[in-house]
T-cell receptor, first 114, second 114 residues
Framework: DTEVTQTPKHLVMGMTNKKSLKCEQH?????MYWYKQKAKKPPELMFV???????INESVPSRFSPECPNSSLLNLHLHALQPEDSALYLC?????????????FGPGTRLTVT | AQKVTQAQTEISVVEKEDVTLDCVYE???????LFWYKQPPSGELVFLIR??????QNEISGRYSWNFQKSTSSFNFTITASQVVDSAVYFC???????????FGKGTRLSVIA
């Protein structure tokens, strides 16, 4: 089973709201990722968790706060977002974060900030 | 620095035609990994193939085939007898052996017309 699940599928939030995106995998993978994808662009890496520890933060604004409660779960907490943060947010996982392992992606959360 | 170039922004073919998607990469590492992902309109990135730098064998999987040539730093993807379901954005990606992020090309949007 190479499934990564993400909830919710769609999210509309105001600039003063607080919301969370959730991601789950049961493949025993020890690396998990958050990507942001704008229309007609490739995914942009935001965060990497390796063995439940944050290993890469690609200079993401603090209004995005990742959390990895355990090896199967990854959350992205959102607060005080801007309209330009509207995008598709993709979660992915891989066996480990070394470069040689393919990443499996979830279906994404389409976020609209009003 | 790593870089992936997909020069074809959009390609349109008629069903049953063969189509080749080009991918050219740059890296200074001798060990690296190349990937192809498919992103249908639903948004989820689907892993298609991984190729190691030390394995230049071409690969065929059904109607899909990949041609890896280190001499020209290319990793091209051919779909034989294209089908409407092949319509998607295809991303080529590169990662190096150490713990570095996956680098995506800008993607090629393939439209297969019935």
């Amino acid at each position: 089973d190479t499934e990564v699940t993400q909830t919710p599928k769609h999210l509309v939030m105001g600039m003063t709201n607080k919301k969370s995106l959730k991601c789950e995998q049961h493949m025993g993978h020890r690396a998990m990722y958050w990507y942001k994808q704008k229309a007609k662009k490739p995914p942009e890496l935001m965060f990497v968790y390796s063995y439940e520890k944050l290993s890469i933060n690609e200079s993401v604004p603090s209004r995005f706060s990742p959390e990895c409660p355990n090896s199967s779960l990854l959350n992205l907490h959102l607060h005080a977002l801007q309209p330009e943060d509207s995008a598709l947010y993709l979660c992915a996982s891989s066996q480990v974060s070394d470069g040689g392992y393919e990443q499996y992606f979830g279906p994404g959360t389409r976020l609209t900030v009003t | 620095a790593q870089k992936v170039t997909q020069a074809q922004t959009e390609i349109s073919v008629v069903e049953k035609e063969d189509v080749t998607l080009d991918c050219v990469y740059e890296t200074r590492d001798t060990t690296y990994y190349l990937f192809w992902y498919k992103q249908p309109p639903s948004g989820e990135l689907v892993f298609l193939i991984r190729r190691n730098s030390f394995d230049e064998q071409n690969e065929i999987s059904g109607r899909y085939s990949w041609n890896f040539q280190k001499s020209t730093s290319s990793f091209n993807f051919t779909i034989t007898a294209s089908q409407v379901v092949d319509s998607a954005v295809y991303f080529c990606a590169l990662s190096e052996a150490r713990n570095t992020p996956l680098v995506f090309g800008k993607g090629t949007r393939l439209s297969v017309i019935a």
